[in-house]
């Protein structure tokens, strides 16, 4: 059978082959030198393979397929929330007068764009409990390097100049820590306890006058909602730090609780997971920050406002501000996406999102306790981790187990993190899923469990059904082939 397939490397065509067949021209060209200087004249014709429009677009098709996508299969991958983007949000996208626009053109010609920014805004903030939105950030991580710069300029504004230290749970994800040292903070790290959620003790142990913030991720990447939330608020708040909430899986908790209301300080949103907008690949991403009472002056500029007399405009005069943090105002065509999300939703709808999310994920991590262990038995949120400790044990660890799902056309989950469960498996279904795909993922990997018994050969040569067996993932990002080659 493999032998049968078509070549998945674009082939060289054949001299002269045309995809299109351009008419000549009825007026005279006008010859090269005359339109370029000599100096940047090719002298020799580019090698490039010549093909037939039949033979591009099977070859761009091939590629599209594969990779693997969610429009083509299970995705999931803990954290990342692969959940369906739905379609409507690429049609709202694509109308002319959204997709056309330039951030140069006057903001009287500009104010249906700005006002669906503001509206976005403005359900940021009722869904966060909180007072301030910038759309600005293009990424999760992103957005929690505006919200720490934030803080830092809070602290610098009130001359409190002793505040060097971000506090960050073992538990959080890791572009935590990350944001909190690229800010120029030292990161002390907090200790999670026997339940998987932040230890309370060591948290109090390490609160004092040096401390800027504490940088919580919840539900944490165990998947579990920190159970002690609002006395760890408190105690933070008492020691004179901020709090900061990372919202990227937001999915978990929509139309159910805000952290405005659990007393946080600012939040990042993920738009390019809990609100749709696609992801993966590159693509460009949106993490907007809102911010309560005290962070408000420290906002990027411009923020989108509306005057009393109905018109949106850009607000930059704001003389506290952290400054710009993205050209023009941010990634407009992902807040047209979000916006689409959430008007098809509705309230009710998003609060089912996270009820369905959370279902999803207690449904799977209920299937799958045997034959694999399971750290923590208590209810998850949106995702779990589980451990391939038995299966390491009898040879195949838990990436041989991802490569082998992959054999099933799923998506491996998250593998190897948090780094506080050894063979960590982290599995994030979303709420998109019906309970027939969730079936068929369990089945899957209740197969492989099998197979690590009484054929470990088989997963321990995984993956059998794709192009390239095993990638080298080092040599991959170190040394990128990303063009054609003669
Ligand atoms: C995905 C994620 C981030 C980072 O978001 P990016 O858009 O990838 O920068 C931060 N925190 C958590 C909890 C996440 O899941």
């Known amino acids: 059978?493999?032998?049968?397939?078509?070549?998945?490397?674009l082939g060289q065509g054949a001299p002269g082959r045309r995809g299109v067949a351009i008419p000549e021209a009825a007026v005279p060209a006008p010859s090269l030198s005359e339109v370029l200087p000599a100096a940047m004249l090719r002298r020799e014709a580019p090698a490039l393979p010549q093909q037939s429009e039949l033979e591009v677009v099977r070859h761009y098709l091939r590629l599209s397929q594969l990779n693997h996508a969610i429009d083509k299969g299970f995705y999931p991958l803990g954290s990342c929330t692969m959940k369906y983007n739905p379609k409507v949000n690429e049609w709202v996208a694509r109308l002319d007068g959204l997709a056309n626009i330039h951030p140069y053109q006057p903001e009287s010609q500009l104010q249906g764009a700005l006002e669906i920014m503001y509206d976005l805004q403005q359900w940021l903030c009722a869904i966060t409990g909180l007072e301030r939105c910038s759309l600005q950030p293009a990424a999760g991580a992103h957005g929690e390097l505006t919200g720490i710069l934030m803080i830092k300029a809070y602290h610098q504004h009130r001359d409190d100049a002793k505040r060097t230290r971000v506090l960050v749970p073992d538990s959080a994800h890791g572009t935590n820590p990350a944001t909190a040292a690229v800010a120029g903070f030292e990161v002390v790290t907090v200790a999670s306890d026997s339940r998987g959620l932040v230890d309370l003790a060591d948290l109090k142990a390490k609160l004092d006058d040096r401390v800027a913030a504490l940088m919580l991720t919840n539900p944490n990447t165990l998947g579990l909602f920190e159970e002690d939330i609002l006395e760890i608020q408190e105690a933070v708040h008492a020691a004179g730090g901020l709090l900061y909430y990372d919202g990227a899986n937001f999915n978990a908790i929509l139309g159910t609780v805000r952290p405005g209301d659990m007393g946080f300080d600012v939040v990042h949103l993920n738009l390019h997971k809990t609100f749709s907008t696609p992801h993966g690949g590159g693509g460009p991403g949106s993490g907007p920050v809102v911010v309560g009472k005290?962070?408000?002056?420290?906002?990027?500029?411009?923020?989108?406002a509306r005057d009393a007399s109905g018109n949106y405009r850009l607000?930059?005069?704001?003389?506290?501000?952290i400054g710009r943090v993205k050209a023009f105002l941010g990634n407009f065509g992902m807040h047209v996406r979000a916006y689409?999300?959430?008007?098809?939703?509705?309230?009710?709808?998003?609060?089912?999102?996270?009820?369905?999310?959370?279902?999803?994920a207690n449904y799977l991590k209920a299937q799958l306790k045997e034959p694999f262990e399971m750290p923590h038995a208590?209810?998850?949120m949106h995702e779990f981790v589980m451990s391939g400790s038995r299966q390491k044990a009898k040879g195949c660890n838990t990436l041989l187990l991802g490569k082998?799902?992959?054999?099933?056309?799923?998506?491996?989950?998250?593998?190897?993190?948090?780094?506080?469960v050894p063979e960590a498996m982290m599995i994030e279904p979303t709420e998109t899923e019906s309970k027939e795909t969730l079936d068929r993922f369990v089945s899957a990997m209740h197969n492989i469990a099998r197979e690590v018994e009484e054929t470990p050969a088989v997963v321990q040569q995984a993956p059998h059904t794709t192009p390239i067996k095993r990638v080298d993932e080092v040599l991959a990002a170190r040394k990128p082939v990303l063009r054609w080659r003669a």
């Open 1 to 9: 059978m493999p032998e049968l397939l078509e070549p998945v490397i």
């Open 294 to 304: 005290a962070l408000e002056p420290f906002l990027p500029v411009p923020i989108v």
């Open 315 to 321: 607000d930059a005069n704001r003389p506290l501000t």
């Open 340 to 360: 689409a999300y959430i008007l098809a939703h509705g309230a009710d709808g998003l609060a089912q999102v996270s009820r369905d999310a959370v279902l999803n």
């Open 378 to 380: 208590q209810p998850c």
């Open 404 to 420: 082998r799902l992959i054999d099933y056309g799923i998506h491996p989950p998250t593998i190897y993190f948090p780094l506080i």
